[in-house]
């Protein structure tokens, strides 16, 4: 009997633009593509195969094992997960059993090229190796290239690399050959059906190589159609069509989809492409193509062009695809990974796009992982599905005609699932998918409460959650604001001067990412006017201009300014800063029922005051209550005003008590945060001699070798508003404070020391306040000073909060800016909200500086806590969407408070202040030649005070 054109097996296909199919293959078509393969390649029976390719895709059974069976070579079998795991295990298996042939597919070179550590292949030898076959995706020459330089000092032959281009209907292989350097054309991003492409174009910057796949094989024919059905030349991009002995004869039990894609034994695979000397080039898949205002573009081809021109994109996978909308297709792009999205990517993608093709992104998502075929091959319908497909009724519809194989009519809405052909093992099954893709517990009274298609639909509309289409979490970004309660508080603007001349949000966060270490001795200029200080002797995180104001744009008199502390003339310059990036001012504000609070604890400017001279100016100059105070006079608001002094605590006390005040209805906006103005040396030297400084001026928070901190100042703060307010009044939301807790250590074990059950009290009341659990917790912004023992307790009372929570791989990552810009005391808490705000927007965590090895005394579960060092920091996942901040005085006062990001986060760089120019010591928004003016007052005056007394440095960087 002639079994050559009966099935021999179901090989289904790879699913990249739609969902698998099952292809009938005969033992012909096997029989036939198996002996060209072998032909092309020249399997010879010596030859030892290795083979970590699943074999559940052609290209792993087919290709590579089935040429084994024929041939009766010897192999090497691996599960593709070892590989995945651990990539550079291929070169010890060639090594070991003197492979020739391996399969390795672009995907997994550039994933052995990113992994490549040279010292894991001192021992590897490729010589053995005369065919590496690279097929299954796109081809890039670039990567190939590059394979096989870094890999030739291993051995590796050159011209091993094997191109060959294959599909499921056409058994495995199409074409087949050695890739050579020359086998590439230059063609356009947009190029079209009907299109002749020449070797020698002259490239461009929005071009693309395209790469040769090899010689047709002789088991079939190619041909190019263009969409008319007209065969096309060498050269002429078109449909690419194949017929042969190894083409299916269709698909099982799918005749619709045989009658599309298979049509007098010519195959339309459904690719685009061109021949060229015998040789196929494949430009794009015709199911990627996008169509937007009658242009034609390709998912690969976006993705190239963001590629190529985003320095910020490299080594972040990204795949782009269409959703429909309005009958109309729109372009989305997804990101991989929520630890690599960013507001700033998002808008540098859009704009490359748009630049370079003239194409708009419609929205930039991000995906826990971007579906892909076994071979690795973007599943771009699953996306499109994923962020298209979200009607209840629609994916029920096609869920019930997947099973009966029948079309489901307007009249089957109505029916029960019974008289529709669901039977309860069916049923059983779809209520399982269906709990998956809604995220809807189904039990079994909703089968009964809601026996019909239209009943069960509308009992998912009002309870699902998100449609995830079988993915596991795959997190949208869009513009859509989130939830908020009554509770909630904004934050609607910041303002800050910070060590390392960071002078708004902005130059702050620069500071950040960069990884600046901004501990300095003072500065020359400044220390001229500090009299007999000895400041000189401390390093610290020092600011270059603490005592200049515009004295003139504030209404004062010399005479005033000249007694007033420096913080207080800090604390006005850093308000007019956060009303003017909140696009307020003087008379917008005035008589508002605006509170304000004021985070100060030090008092070093009335230790230097001359006693003899004291006037009026004097006390209200150097009263803390005035700090706060002076700001509501100024600009005659209303709400409660006050100065806290609870020590390192004191700022992020401000913000809790402000909160509480908005939700009291106490004001309707406040201004709080903190300040610290470092200007006698006394306070330094007690803590010095009291072993409570670092003696080499680093902060080593967490780290073994931690001995104390760095002294610091700056000024910060932030401007508050009820959430439902801000939305109203079309305020920017930079973050939500969700929840808060201040208490305090009690008669712990001394005055001045930490009190870790205390500190796990406080941190639990403020997640009970903020709704959440620990586990929902992304970042923790410790107190974090540097001490041996201070450290060990807070961490360990932070492992003792996580101690219940069920993690779900979920990692909480910590640090402290303290390593950045040192301990600013009073201004403390204020500098790690600052700080996590803007990791709340641009979704980053900058790494903890001066971390080695973990201080002996902390225990923690690092599956749950981990310290966010920068190895730590390349393995995370999660979108910032929670973070918590410790703030502790050392006379026991603790606070810990709860932000959340807002989806419609503002753009950070509107926060780099008007208030800051290279050519004066403060720039106010009046025009430059009465600015001049009040600078040549105010350096008149204030030399003039530092010939009558010994005050500190009033006349800094003028």
Request: glycine fraction near 6%.
């Amino acid at each position: 009997e002639d079994v050559s054109n009966k099935t021999a097996m179901l090989q289904f296909s790879s699913g990249s633009t739609g969902t698998p199919k099952g292809v009938m293959l005969t033992h012909k078509n096997l029989i036939s593509n198996v002996d060209a393969i072998i032909n092309t390649m020249q399997v010879k029976k010596e030859d030892i195969i290795f083979n970590w390719l699943p074999l559940s895709h052609d290209f792993g059974l087919i290709v590579m094992h089935m040429t084994v069976l024929f041939q009766g070579c010897e192999q090497i079998i691996m599960t593709p997960s070892k590989f995945l795991r651990n990539p550079s295990i291929w070169s010890n298996i060639i090594t070991k059993y003197g492979v020739s042939i391996v399969a390795i597919p672009n995907f997994a070179m550039k994933l052995i090229l990113k992994t490549y550590n040279k010292q894991e292949y001192e021992n590897s030898d490729l010589h053995t190796l005369r065919i590496v076959v690279t097929a299954g995706e796109g081809i890039s020459i670039n990567t190939c290239s590059k394979f096989e330089q870094v890999f030739c000092t291993n051995k590796l032959a050159k011209n091993v690399i094997v191109s060959a281009y294959g599909l499921a209907e056409a058994t495995a292989a199409v074409t087949c050959g050695v890739l050579e350097e020359d086998a590439t054309f230059i063609v356009s991003n947009n190029v079209l059906i009907g299109e002749k492409i020449e070797r020698n174009r002259i490239q461009s910057a929005n071009d693309k190589r395209i790469v040769s796949c090899g010689k047709i094989i002789d088991c079939n024919k190619v041909y190019i159609y263009d969409d008319e059905g007209n065969q096309l030349g060498d050269n002429y991009v078109g449909n690419i069509i194949v017929e042969g002995d190894n083409v299916t004869k269709g698909y099982y039990r799918n005749p619709s989809a045989t009658k599309e894609a298979i049509k007098e034994g010519q195959l339309n695979t459904g690719d685009i492409g061109f021949i060229s000397n015998g040789e196929l080039y494949i430009s794009g898949r015709k199911k990627e193509m996008i169509i937007i205002n009658g242009k034609n573009f390709f998912s690969g081809d976006v993705e190239t062009v963001i590629n190529l021109n985003l320095a910020s994109s490299k080594g972040i996978l990204i795949a782009a695809f269409k959703v429909t909308k309005n009958d109309s297709e729109e372009l989305y792009v997804a990101i991989e990974g929520e630890e690599n999205f960013s507001e700033q990517l998002v808008r540098e993608i859009k704009k490359c796009v748009l630049d370079k093709m003239q194409l708009k992104v419609s929205n930039v998502v991000v995906v826990e992982s971007i579906p892909r075929t076994a071979s690795g091959k973007p599943q771009y319908y699953l996306l499109t599905q994923m962020f298209e497909k979200t009607d209840v009724l629609e994916v029920l519809i096609e869920m019930i005609e997947m099973f009966t194989e029948e079309k489901i009519t307007e009249d089957d809405l109505g029916r029960p699932f019974t008289e529709l052909g669901i039977d309860s093992i069916k049923m059983e099954y779809m209520f399982s998918e269906l709990e998956k893709k809604f995220k809807v517990p189904i039990t079994i009274d909703v089968i009964w409460n809601y026996p019909t298609l239209e009943k069960l639909a509308e009992y998912l509309d009002k309870h699902k959650t998100k449609v995830s289409n079988n993915r596991k979490v795959n997190k949208r970004i869009s513009k859509e604001k989130i939830s908020y309660n009554d509770q909630d508080i904004a934050v609607i603007s910041m303002a800050c001067h910070f060590p390392g001349n960071a002078d708004t949000p902005k130059e702050y966060w620069d500071n950040l990412l960069q990884k600046k270490d901004d501990i300095c001795d003072i500065d020359e200029d400044r220390l001229k006017n500090l009299g007999n200080n000895k400041l000189k002797d401390y390093k610290g995180g020092y600011l270059q201009d603490v005592g200049a104001l515009n004295a003139k744009e504030f209404g004062l008199s010399p005479r005033e300014i000249q007694s007033m502390d420096p913080q207080q003339r800090l604390l006005l310059r850093t308000a007019e800063e956060l009303l003017d990036n909140a696009s307020l001012n003087k008379e917008t504000v005035s008589g508002t029922n605006t509170g304000v609070f004021v985070g100060i604890s030090n008092h070093d400017y009335c230790l230097l005051c001359d006693d003899d001279k004291g006037d009026v100016y004097t006390s209200t100059g150097n009263a803390f209550s005035i700090a706060a105070n002076r700001i509501s006079y100024l600009y005659n608001l209303t709400g409660p005003s006050m100065s806290v002094d609870t020590a390192c605590s004191s700022s992020l006390v401000t913000v809790h008590i402000a909160a509480q005040a908005l939700k009291n209805d106490e004001c309707d906006m406040a201004i709080c945060g903190g300040v610290n103005v470092i200007l006698n040396s006394e306070i330094s030297k007690a803590f010095y001699e009291a072993q409570m400084l670092s003696k080499d001026s680093k902060c080593k928070t967490f780290d073994e070798f931690a001995n104390g901190y760095v002294r610091g100042e700056g000024c910060g703060l932030v401007l508050l508003k009820r959430v439902k307010d801000a939305v109203a009044d079309k305020d920017d939301i930079y973050a939500i404070v969700k929840g808060s807790a201040i208490n305090q250590d009690g008669r712990s074990n001394g005055l001045t020391a930490p009190n870790g059950n205390a500190q796990k009290k406080v941190i639990t009341k403020a997640l009970e306040k903020a709704n959440i659990s620990p586990n929902e917790l992304d970042y923790i912004e410790a107190h974090g000073t540097g001490t041996k023992l201070g450290d060990p307790i807070e961490l360990n009372s932070i492992n003792s909060v996580f101690e219940n929570a069920n993690s779900n791989s979920h990692i909480c990552y910590i640090g402290s800016v303290k390593t950045n810009i040192g301990h600013l005391e009073s201004a403390a808490g204020i500098a790690s909200l600052i700080k996590s705000t803007l990791m709340l927007n641009e979704n980053k965590i900058p790494p903890i500086l001066n971390f080695k090895s973990l201080n002996p005394y902390i225990v923690i579960n690092e599956e749950k806590i981990q310290i966010a060092t920068e190895e730590n920091l390349r393995h995370r996942k999660n979108i910032l969407q929670n973070i918590g901040m410790s703030s502790f005085g050392f006379g026991g006062t603790n606070c810990h408070m709860i932000i959340s990001r807002y989806s419609g986060n503002a753009n950070i760089n509107k926060l780099t202040s008007k208030c800051k120019s290279q050519d004066s010591f403060w720039t106010s928004v009046k025009k430059r030649k009465e600015r001049n003016e009040d600078i040549k007052m105010n350096s008149e005056v204030l030399v003039e005070m530092r010939k009558q007394t010994e005050l500190l440095a009033v006349v800094a960087n003028i």
